[in-house]
T-cell receptor
C-alpha cells in the first residue's frame, strides 16, 4: 500500500531556531515529491519539488532533501519566523498521470516568540 | 487576481440538506480536482475533470456529484448531507496531467449539524 508518513505530528519551536521535518514514503514507482505549506484556513501552497535525481533543493529559508534509496525526505527550516507557523505536507507523486498522488498527514509547526 | 477560488468559504447546514460548493480557476488550466481534508488533516482526492470530462472518481458516495460546465469551473453538489461529510473541501487545478503542479483553492469548511 502506498503511504506517506510524516514526523513529528506537531512541533513547537522558538522564533529564530531551526527545525527539520521528516517524510518517509513507500510510494512506488516514484515520480517526484513536493512539500506544501498550509496556513490555517488556506489551501496548500507548494514550497519545493524534488525529482528522483535531486538530493537537495533550497527555497529561501526552506531546504528540502531527498534520499530516493531510503525513501526519505526532509524539510529544514532555518531561522524560523512566526509566519512559518503552519502545517507542512509531504506529497509524493507516482509515475503515470492523474490519479497517482499520495498525501502525508502533515506536521503542524508552531513558532513562538 | 485569485488563481483558484471557492465559494462559500464556510458552510454550516443540517443533516439531510442538499448543498453546493463552487470552484473557479483563472489559470487557463484544463484539469480540476476536488479534495476532502478530514479532521486529521489528511487530504484525499475525490474527483478530477479534464476538459469537462470526468477522469478520476474515487470511492465517493453517490450523494456527491461534481459538475463542470466549462474548463474553468468545477462545482460539487452534495445531496442528503451526513455528519461525516463535515470536512474542508479543496478545489485544485493543473494543466493536463501535471498533477504535481496543481494549485489549490482556499478551501470550503463544511459543517453538518
Amino acid at each position: 500500500k502506498n503511504q506517506v508518513e510524516q514526523s513529528p505530528q506537531s512541533l513547537i519551536i522558538l522564533e529564530g531556531k531551526n527545525c527539520t521535518l521528516q517524510c518517509n514514503y513507500t510510494v512506488s514507482p516514484f515520480s517526484n515529491l513536493r512539500w506544501y505549506k498550509q496556513d490555517t484556513g488556506r489551501g496548500p501552497v507548494s514550497l519545493t519539488i524534488m525529482t528522483f535525481s535531486e538530493n537537495t533543493k533550497s527555497n529561501g529559508r526552506y531546504t528540502a532533501t531527498l534520499d530516493a534509496d531510503t525513501k526519505q525526505s526532509s524539510l529544514h527550516i532555518t531561522a524560523s519566523q512566526l509566519s512559518d507557523s503552519a502545517s507542512y505536507i509531504c506529497v509524493v507523486f507516482i509515475e503515470g498521470g492523474y490519479q497517482k498522488v499520495t498525501f502525508g498527514t502533515g506536521t503542524k509547526l508552531q513558532v513562538i516568540p | 487576481d485569485t488563481a483558484v477560488s471557492q465559494t462559500p468559504k464556510y458552510l454550516v447546514t443540517q443533516m439531510g440538506n442538499d448543498k453546493s460548493i463552487k470552484c473557479e480557476q483563472n489559470l487557463g488550466h484544463d484539469t480540476m480536482y476536488w479534495y476532502k481534508q478530514d479532521s486529521k488533516k489528511f487530504l484525499k482526492i475525490m474527483f478530477s475533470y479534464n476538459n469537462k470530462e470526468l477522469i478520476i472518481n474515487e470511492t465517493v458516495p453517490n450523494r456527491f456529484s461534481p459538475k463542470s460546465p466549462d474548463k474553468a469551473h468545477l462545482n460539487l453538489h452534495i445531496n442528503s448531507l451526513e455528519l461525516g461529510d463535515s470536512a474542508v473541501y479543496f478545489c485544485a487545478s493543473s494543466q493536463g496531467d501535471r498533477v504535481h503542479e496543481q494549485y489549490f483553492g482556499p478551501g470550503t469548511r463544511l459543517t453538518v449539524t
